[in-house]
């Protein structure tokens, strides 16, 4: 089905930014299907906790893709205590291979506080370089941003906000209603 048929979901901003001896991840709350916003306060950003071992999670592209990915990469970590990069690259292996999970349209940004990774369905485990990843349609908004203060004296929460705020001004697919969340390792 081409776009102009079915304009799909747009949009989706998030962004993790590592310092200080933690790691805030944030995202947009706005989804649009099309030029039409459909809910302006969803929860990108989600704690998970499988097995007591806290890993924050942010994600962009389709919703239920997104929470299909989430519930695999928690199995994962469940079956990895402690492991994120192994869970991380199994997740992706099953991705790029699984025929049903092949179709998923969505990306990862996940950390426990010391590592931090992009997951993406071409099979990918990314760690990010300058201690910033970003994903979404306002991910380079909010990457360039970000890149440009990690020298400040803001902390890792300001310079999130800050960056997500540039990118909100700049990406019609990004709003400021915010969910964040910090980890520490």
């Not at 590592?115 to 071409?122: E, F, P, R, S, W």
């Not at 306002?138 to 400040?152: K, Q, T, V």
């Amino acid at each position: 089905m081409s776009d102009t048929v079915f304009p799909g979901w747009h949009g989706t901003t998030i962004i993790a930014v590592r310092k200080g001896g933690e790691v805030v991840v944030a995202g947009d709350g706005q989804v649009s299907l099309g030029q039409t916003v459909i809910k302006g306060s969803a929860r990108k950003v989600r704690r998970l906790s499988p097995g007591g071992y806290d890993v924050v999670a942010g994600f962009a592209g389709s919703t239920a893709d997104a929470f299909t990915l989430l519930e695999r990469l928690e199995a994962k970590l469940e079956a990895t205590p402690g492991q994120l990069q192994r869970a991380c690259v199994d997740l992706a292996k099953d991705w790029r291979t699984d025929k049903y999970l092949q179709k998923l349209e969505a990306m990862l940004i996940v950390t426990d506080g010391d590592q931090l990774y992009v997951i993406t369905g071409a099979g990918d485990v990314l760690e990010p370089e300058h201690d910033v990843a970003a994903i979404g349609s306002g991910g380079n908004f909010a990457l360039a941003a970000a890149r440009g203060m990690i020298d400040s004296d803001r902390d890792a929460e300001h310079t999130a906000r800050a960056a997500m705020a540039i990118a909100a001004d700049i990406c019609v697919y990004t709003n400021g209603n915010l969910t964040v969340e910090k980890i520490s390792k």
